[in-house]
């Protein structure tokens, strides 16, 4: 199954913490892409953290120092570990996933994935 599928969404209070999922057989090859994505009613959808085929972690400047991609390659799991949670962070959250050239230059650009999965809906309240 190459198609991402989300997990892990919920509803927490503000400064807490959650761990979203990505699971996709992609993971078994060397030369992959990953994002997250997010999106609320009436807003476009936003990039929020990305691994690029070599690895390097990429996060918007709203997430840093708080949300954090980890890797379980043995279970083909992807994680966004998110924590001191916002109520701006609200939103369904997206996995979306690229193999070999499609992954040059991918980012958190939204055109640039193949492949996506149904989301899965994060709400914070105050």
């Known amino acids: 199954q190459v198609v991402p599928v989300e997990s892990g969404g919920g509803s927490v209070q503000a400064g807490g913490s959650l761990r979203l999922s990505c699971t996709s057989s992609v993971y078994s090859y060397s030369y992959y892409c990953m994002a997250w994505f997010r999106q609320v009613p009436g807003k476009a959808r936003e990039g929020v953290a990305s691994r690029d085929e070599t690895g390097t972690l990429t996060y918007a400047d709203s997430v840093k120092g708080r949300f954090t991609i980890d890797k379980d390659a043995a279970n083909n799991t992807m994680y966004l570990q998110m924590s001191s949670l916002k109520p701006a962070d609200s939103g369904i959250y997206y996995c979306?996933?690229?193999?070999?050239?499609?992954?040059?230059?991918?980012?958190?650009?939204?055109?640039?994935?193949?492949?996506w999965g149904q989301g899965t809906q994060v709400t914070v309240s105050s």
């Open positions: 979306a996933l690229g193999a070999g050239e499609v992954c040059r230059g991918a980012g958190l650009m939204v055109p640039q994935y193949p492949s």
